[in-house]
């Protein structure tokens, strides 16, 4: 049992509030996940710079910071907790070669020109303290809280997953044929950190994107070619989608109103949002594909 919530500004009314939004909606969903918490945020793009979202692990800031000022001249750093959001004009290939040849110790947990991904062990109301969620700003969010049950109660074992550019994914339930669509993509050129079965998911959304199909459809074959029991929020850099398998045990409600969309587990995540009380409120169909802003 996990807890999955995002939500979706519809105008700029509410931008400067949405790290507040998410926090409250990740802290009513610790009692699904006491583990592991982590959240994707999209904030303004600037269209000259790349972002990259750093898990330092056990490495210094100062350390990283005098280490990576070798390799590219310009760059900035902001530290939150014990990560680090780089901005650059580099592009993600020369970045990840670097960060893969000679950073080995931290983790790149997600880049693009909108993303910005947090994630960390622990009780969620204080990841989320950790990370100064509250202060973030942004058009759309996607969160997660774990309890664990596929893999180890790590960092890398935890949500959202990041296999391409401003993508990311959060996970509710479980795949059974992970480890033989992992070894499939893995040939492809998909790469994975974890053993967790949400990034395989992550990994088989991203390769079908790279391959120009729509995120609609990619969603749609997934319901064939992803066996298990699940509920998806995909964030993309406009916008999230929402999808059930076709059984849809996994639980989840959605509220809509004029200013924005909201998801979650329980309805009790989204309770604290404005002018909920008078949102259209639903359960996602079985089967059917939800987005917004895609």
């Keep these: 049992m996990c807890g999955i919530v995002g939500i979706y500004l519809k105008s700029k009314k509410h931008e400067k509030n949405l790290g507040k939004f998410l926090s409250g909606m990740l802290d009513n969903m610790s009692s699904r996940g006491p583990d592991s918490a982590g959240f994707a945020i999209y ?133 059974s044929n992970h480890n033989n669509l992992r070894r499939s993509l893995s040939k492809k050129g998909i790469i994975f950190k974890s053993e967790n079965d949400t990034e395989v998911a992550a990994g088989y959304i991203s390769k079908n994107l790279l391959d120009k199909k729509t995120l609609k459809k990619t969603l749609v074959d997934g319901l064939n070619d992803l066996d298990g029991f699940y509920t998806f929020i995909t964030g993309t850099k406009n916008g999230f989608a929402v999808v059930r398998d076709e059984i849809a045990c996994k639980p989840a409600v959605i509220a809509e109103t004029n200013d924005y969309v909201a998801i979650a587990s329980e309805f009790q995540a989204m309770a604290h949002l404005p002018n909920v009380n008078n949102a259209k409120i639903f359960e996602p169909e079985p089967g059917i594909v939800y987005s917004w802003g895609n």
């Excluded at 750093?77 to 990840?96: N, R």
């Design 43 to 175: 904030s303004k793009e600037n269209k000259k710079k790349f972002r990259y979202s750093i898990c330092l692990n056990n490495l210094s800031f100062e350390l990283f910071k005098k280490r990576f000022s070798k390799k590219i001249k310009k760059f900035s750093l902001k530290k939150y907790s014990d990560h680090v959001i780089m901005e650059t004009s580099e592009k993600p290939k020369k970045i990840l070669g670097i960060l893969n040849s000679d950073f080995k110790e931290v983790s790149l947990v997600g880049y693009g020109k909108r993303i910005n991904i947090f994630k960390q062990t622990g009780n969620p109301r204080k990841v989320v303290e950790k990370f100064k969620l509250s202060t973030f700003s942004g058009t759309h969010a996607v969160g997660h809280t774990r309890m664990a049950t596929e893999s180890a109660i790590t960092t890398d074992g935890s949500h959202p997953y990041s296999t391409g550019e401003d993508e990311c994914l959060v996970h509710n339930g479980s795949l």
